[in-house]
């Protein structure tokens, strides 16, 4: 069982920035994968970021690179997602999934919404011009 807890979302401008955050309970936070999800109305689930939280090592959409960050914190078993130049596009609800990943390999494959069991309950978030 893991618990995810959300927090970070709002409203900015574009080129403005936000930092989202999840704190992970009831699992060794050594063993998990985690990761940030947006959808926006009418579209699929995508995925942002995933990091392998035992190495660090991460994984990004395209459409993020260079612009998004994800980072983990051992000590607050938190990850987080700092999104920097933000553009009216990252408008969507963002949600936190983990799950019990031992490969690097396997997490850093996992960027379909399917392959994770615990999800925080999402946060909006908001890019005007």
């Known amino acids: 069982q893991v618990q995810l807890m959300e927090s970070g979302g709002g409203s900015a401008q574009a080129g403005g920035s936000l930092r989202l955050s999840c704190a992970a309970s009831g699992e060794t936070f050594s063993r998990l994968c985690m990761g940030w999800f947006r959808q926006a109305p009418g579209k699929e689930r995508e995925a942002v970021a995933v990091?392998?939280?035992?190495?660090?090592?991460?994984y990004y959409a395209d459409s993020v690179k260079g612009r998004f960050s994800i980072s983990r914190d051992f000590a607050k078993t938190t990850v987080y997602m700092q999104m920097n130049s933000m553009k009216v596009e990252d408008t969507a609800m963002y949600y936190c999934?983990?799950?019990?990943?031992?490969?690097?390999?396997?997490?850093?494959?996992?960027?379909?919404?399917?392959?994770?069991?615990?999800w925080g309950q999402g946060t909006q978030v908001t890019v005007s011009s």
């Open positions: 990091i392998h939280i035992g190495s660090a090592s991460t």
């Open positions: 999934a983990a799950d019990r990943v031992i490969s690097r390999t396997s997490c850093l494959s996992g960027t379909r919404p399917s392959q994770y069991n615990y």
